[in-house]
């Protein structure tokens, strides 16, 4: 088994006045070259969006986006004709493909709007671009965790272009939990959203990184209330 350890205060940051985001991985102006990304998983960005304020139309393609929203409304609209809001529960996914523009506003003008944006690179180059979202029950992700994208269209929660699968739980202090990769060539990168947790061994709280990979198998002990975002990706791209 191999790991890496991604403390929430070692990540890259970026003051716009209306924008507030820690990087996890080298984005924009923040480079390491020692976190480029982790196999497939290319950028994890924790965003603050100041009230009515937001991302103006811009261009993505060959990548799969997904945004997650922790706090807030955020209005999303794309060149494929979708407008919609999204906010706490809600999972988004886009296969920018051959290329799409899209925004994103904070919909709300008194309150700030918080959201992880999560790019994955893909194992198909230039596919029609597509847009999709669900809703997830907070019951669901009560102490288990609950599988909320994947490369499947048929299966659980949205999917994406590449061999990837993403889990969500909420755990109460003391419980624990074994994940199994779906794949022995992945990986799995986990991100604690709140609490404090034990990955392996390695003590984590919260927005800490924590990656593991030549394993088939991790567990998991929620030392606090907990709340825990894992993605397996593939290492090799």
């Not at 350890?5 to 970026?14: C, M, Q």
């Not at 103006?56 to 407008?83: A, C, Q, R, V, W």
């Not at 992700?141 to 969500?168: C, E, M, R, T, Y």
Request: glycine share 8%.
């Amino acid at each position: 088994m191999k790991t890496i350890v991604h403390k929430a205060d070692t990540r890259g940051k970026a003051d716009h006045g209306w924008l507030h985001s820690n990087h996890s991985f080298s984005f924009a102006n923040y480079y390491n070259p020692e976190r480029m990304n982790f196999g497939a998983l290319r950028v994890l960005n924790d965003d603050v969006v100041s009230a009515g304020m937001g991302f103006g139309k811009h261009p993505h393609d060959n990548m799969e986006i997904i945004s997650i929203p922790l706090e807030g409304d955020l209005e999303h609209k794309d060149s494929m004709g979708n407008t919609t809001v999204i906010k706490q529960g809600d999972i988004q996914i886009m296969s920018a493909g051959t290329g799409i523009f899209h925004s994103e506003y904070n919909k709300n003008n008194d309150a700030p709007v918080k959201f992880l944006q999560i790019w994955i690179i893909p194992n198909q180059k230039n596919v029609i671009p597509r847009y999709d979202q669900i809703t997830l029950q907070e019951s669901e992700l009560k102490n288990q965790l609950l599988q909320v994208l994947s490369p499947n269209s048929k299966d659980s929660g949205v999917w994406i272009h590449q061999n990837a699968w993403f889990h969500i739980g909420k755990f109460e202090k003391g419980n624990s939990i074994s994940y199994e990769l779906k794949n022995p060539n992945n990986g799995v990168y986990a991100f604690i959203l709140e609490g404090d947790m034990n990955i392996e061994g390695q003590s984590l709280n919260k927005r800490d990184g924590f990656g593991v990979w030549d394993t088939t198998k991790i567990n998991i002990i929620a030392d606090s209330e907990s709340k825990i975002l894992l993605m397996e990706v593939p290492m090799s791209i």
